[in-house]
């Protein structure tokens, strides 16, 4: 008995205290909030970016505009610090205009197909590359085709799978064919590839992103059509014996080049020496204004600095801002601070990225061990009145996945609603006029919120 009667004031206290700090945290998350809703500076952060930059592929002109444009963002959003961190990327540029037409014996007018060569592609020469299309829905069905294929142009027609409720999943499922599809034709002797764009959208943009030469093939030109024109091209090829295309590209492998990765830093009060991570990339695809892959994580990232330090928040660890370079075709910059991290002995606490777009904010996903996935779902009564219900999911950005096998760093991305991403991903409509502001930054507020939460409670 008297043991319980001990005890019962103990449990009491504990629940007490515990009650308190969280209200402490609701009503401070409410201010971080109150913050970005009113007077943050990512709208306009991802204007300037948009439509004064843009396009800013690794290597180009652009690239540095944008260097000097996040240093400075970051100094006016009060970073301690701000520093480059040098990065060697590689230089692809498009070179021209790219076509695909259908050649036919039929005599009505055939428009060219809305068409993007794919990143990191070589081109096919001024001349261009005429041969009979052969279509193939997936891998087997190349294999069971592979005697055909010599002096053809294959065209993968393998679409985005409906079922997938996750569009992330659809996209894993299919940008195999983007990757690997022109050197696995070129192996049975194909001279060029098509493929259908890596979405599920109802329009014609045509989508480019990487491609990976094996290097024991020849290099082949390779495109992406638009949806629309991918039907419409399997729709003729079915009944149209005569059919051939004509493709025509200029890309090509510049030397690799200096860039770098761009980093604003906020100075621990009582850990300096221990960081937590906050990125996404700034670079993108030379066919858009990159908003939402990945301005917006770019914007988002400096929101979360510039919020801190208009509440007068002093970390307890050193919080980072690294706008990463050249994500989209090596993810070099992510390598590299991986690798200066592991280099200089860095304890890293926790990553997180911003690289999934602008839209509103349902989760977080993790890599990290079930005590710690554990903790931040105890969070979610905080994060969820603005948007996040789960930390189910495993995985984190590309970016900030490197630090977990290099030096075991905990890791994560914001997971936005995934329904819109693939209707603008490395199309031509990845513009400024596709974000919505307010879904944005309730995007920047879960991510605050959780980095204040894991600098004062730790992992």
């Known amino acids: 008995m008297m043991m319980k009667h001990f005890l019962l004031p103990l449990v009491f206290l504990t629940n007490s205290v515990a009650a308190h700090a969280q209200q402490d945290d609701s009503l401070l998350i409410r201010r971080l909030a109150d913050t970005v809703l009113t007077h943050g500076g990512a709208y306009e952060n991802l204007r300037v970016l948009t439509k004064q930059i843009g396009a800013r592929l690794a290597g180009s002109p652009a690239t540095y505009k944008a260097e000097k444009w996040g240093a400075e963002a970051l100094r006016k959003a009060g970073a301690d610090t701000v520093y480059f961190q040098d990065v060697i990327v590689p230089h692809w540029v498009r070179g021209g205009k790219d076509e695909v037409r259908i050649l036919s014996n039929r005599r009505d007018y055939v428009a060219p197909l809305a068409t993007l060569a794919l990143g990191n592609s070589n081109g096919s020469g001024e001349k261009g590359v005429t041969a009979p299309v052969i279509e193939v829905k997936d891998f087997d069905?190349?294999?069971?085709?592979?005697?055909?294929?010599?002096?053809?142009?294959?065209?993968?027609?393998?679409?985005?799978?409906?079922r997938f409720v996750e569009t992330f999943k659809a996209y894993s499922d299919a940008v195999r064919y983007r990757g690997s599809g022109p050197s696995r034709a070129a192996k049975y002797g194909a001279v060029g590839v098509v493929i259908r764009s890596m979405s599920h959208g109802t329009n014609n943009f045509p989508h480019t992103g990487a491609l990976h030469y094996n290097d024991s093939f020849p290099k082949i030109p390779a495109l992406a059509l638009g949806l629309e024109d991918a039907d419409r091209l399997s729709a003729r090829i079915k009944n149209d014996p005569s059919l051939k295309l004509f493709l025509r590209t200029w890309g090509k492998m510049l030397p690799d080049t200096l860039a770098h990765n761009v980093i604003g830093e906020i100075r621990g009060s009582e850990f300096p020496d221990q960081y937590i991570t906050v990125g996404g990339h700034l670079d993108s695809w030379d066919v858009n204004e990159g908003a939402n892959d990945d301005g917006t994580g770019i914007v988002q990232s400096i929101q979360v600095l510039e919020a801190f330090k208009k509440l007068g928040l002093h970390p307890k660890h050193t919080i980072r801002i690294v706008l990463y370079a050249n994500e989209e075709n090596a993810t070099n910059g992510g390598r590299e601070y991986a690798k200066q991290a592991k280099l200089k002995g860095e304890k890293h606490v926790f990553a997180l990225e911003s690289d999934a777009g602008g839209f509103?904010?349902?989760?977080?996903?993790?890599?990290?061990t079930p005590a710690q996935r554990a903790k931040v779902a105890s969070w979610i009564p905080l994060l969820q009145p603005y948007g996040v219900y789960t930390v189910a999911a495993e995985g984190a950005g590309e970016d900030v996945g490197y630090l977990r096998p290099a030096i075991g760093t905990p890791v994560g991305e914001l997971e936005?609603?995934?329904?819109?991403?693939?209707?603008?991903?490395?199309?031509?409509?990845?513009?400024?006029?596709?974000?919505n502001k307010r879904e944005m930054e309730l995007g920047a507020i879960e991510m605050s919120a959780l980095i204040y939460l894991v600098d004062k409670y730790g992992l």
């Open 141 to 162: 069905d190349l294999e069971a085709k592979k005697d055909q294929l010599k002096g053809k142009i294959v065209f993968y027609n393998y679409p985005f799978n409906p």
């Open 360 to 368: 509103t904010p349902r989760g977080f996903s993790l890599e990290v």
């Open 416 to 435: 936005p609603d995934s329904q819109r991403y693939f209707d603008l991903h490395h199309a031509p409509n990845d513009v400024l006029e596709n974000v």
